[in-house]
């Protein structure tokens, strides 16, 4: 099972929910923190981090001897990451998605690929709990990649919960793709409903279930779950505006452990999902 939790926007409590889900089932389950432009997961979770690896991403390098200038890499690049201006050929490696098509087309095989760094990704643990965050280099434009490489460490023995960026752009669809469900937060406002609009529009592009969980549940107006009735999503779960909830959060603290009746709720959720997901 890998669930995606999204959010049209941010500060909905999209790692909130997520974090807490995954602590509340124990037991064998991975978290990956797809969030790489402002990974937090960590800070609730607090685990051991073990293992340390720098990403980078293949880019062109081109060798002034052999070129002729023919302009063919120029001419394949959709991105504009390679020009020939004059009697130079200039590489953008900010631009460069990787795909290799210059190196194909030369016919004097006069570029190659060197590796340029994304970022980080780092591993570890919390008690049986596998954690898994990736951390984009200052100045890097593309998170994608970084949060393809993430995914690569989903461990198909374990439940995997994984916290996507917010929004519903590429990164977004970066970490949805592929997952079994995704678990949409918002909040009862014209700018939650505005964006929850939008992310289940995207979730629908990849064909893939969702359901929504409504934080601050007892603020703002009914639009939000009329819009879920109309659509025909389930609210699987609401969290309101609690005070002691929101003092847990701003120390770092997850909800099931300052409020361990909490924990029974997330379960829950995850019963919830498990049943969706098998057309139960």
């Known amino acids: 099972m890998i669930i995606s939790v999204a959010s049209g926007k941010g500060g909905t409590g999209k790692t909130t ?44 390098q081109v060798d002034e001897e052999k070129c002729t200038l023919c302009g063919k890499c120029a001419e394949i690049c959709q991105f504009k990451a390679i020009v020939v201006i004059g009697e130079t050929v200039l590489a953008f490696h900010e631009l460069c998605h990787s795909c290799g098509g210059c190196m194909e087309v030369c016919p004097e095989k006069a570029i190659s690929e060197v590796g340029r760094e994304l970022g980080l990704i780092e591993k570890g643990y919390r008690d049986g709990l596998q954690f898994v965050h ?73 064909g893939i279930p969702s359901g929504l969980v409504i934080n601050r549940s007892d603020l703002g107006d009914e639009k939000v779950k009329q819009y879920a009735e109309q659509e025909g999503i389930p609210v699987l779960l609401e969290i309101p505006f609690d005070r002691k909830i929101a003092e847990s959060y701003s120390r770092g603290e997850l909800i099931v452990e300052v409020m361990p009746e909490w924990k029974e709720r997330f379960v829950d959720l995850y019963n919830r999902i498990e049943g969706i997901v098998k057309g139960n």
Not at 37 to 58: G, R, S, W, Y
Not at 170 to 198: Q, R, S, Y
């Open 134 to 206: 990736g951390r984009l280099r200052v100045g890097e434009a593309m998170s994608p990649p970084l949060i393809r490489q993430v995914r690569t460490y989903q461990d198909s023995n374990r439940v995997t919960i994984i916290d996507a960026p917010p929004g519903t752009s590429c990164p977004v669809i970066a970490a949805m793709k592929g997952a079994d469900f995704v678990l949409l937060v918002t909040e009862p406002t014209p700018f939650g409903l505005h964006d929850l609009k939008l992310a289940v529009g995207a979730v629908r592009v990849l």
């Open 17 to 60: 929910v997520a974090t807490n889900l995954a602590v509340s089932l124990g037991g064998n389950i991975q978290f990956l923190d797809c969030d790489v432009e402002e990974p937090n997961a960590h800070l609730f979770l607090d685990p051991d981090i073990q293992e340390v690896k720098t990403i980078t991403t293949p880019v062109p």
